[in-house]
């Protein structure tokens, strides 16, 4: 499978999904004009990536500054996503990664980890 790389613009995040080593990242900020749009190349890349590969342990680091309410509703799928994979078998780890003096982005964060039950969803403070 190959490596699903979107470079970073002003509005929308970098993508860099290496399925080889099983390492997911999104970093930068989100709020692109159409997030549907934006992120549902990403959706069907995970959705293969989570059906085809046969692994026992995926990492997705998220360092996400800003983002819009369009924004969070698609991390809301994407961890439920990634929490029904998880109830599966799979082991599915989230570092959730923001800077220390974004106190937004820890609540968000914590607000998501309540939101998951089967992976493991870690709050990464960052200096």
């Not at 549907?36 to 360092?63: A, S």
């Not at 929490?83 to 599966?88: L, P, R, S, W």
């Not at 923001?98 to 609540?107: F, I, K, Q, R, V």
Request: charged share 20%.
């Amino acid at each position: 499978m190959k490596a699903l790389n979107i470079a970073a613009t002003k509005s929308s995040p970098a993508i860099q999904f290496d399925p080889q080593n099983h390492r997911l990242r999104i970093s930068g900020e989100s709020y692109p004009e159409n997030c549907g749009m934006f992120y549902q190349p990403v959706f069907g890349w995970l959705r293969n990536y989570l059906q085809t590969e046969t692994t026992q342990c995926v990492t997705l680091d998220m360092e996400i500054i800003y983002f819009n309410s369009s924004s969070s509703k698609t991390f809301m799928d994407l961890f439920d996503l990634l929490d029904e994979t998880a109830a599966t078998g799979t082991q599915i780890t989230v570092n959730w990664r923001y800077h220390a003096d974004n106190e937004t982005a820890l609540e968000c964060g914590e607000e998501f980890q309540e939101d998951v039950q089967h992976l493991q969803f870690n709050l990464v403070e960052i200096d």
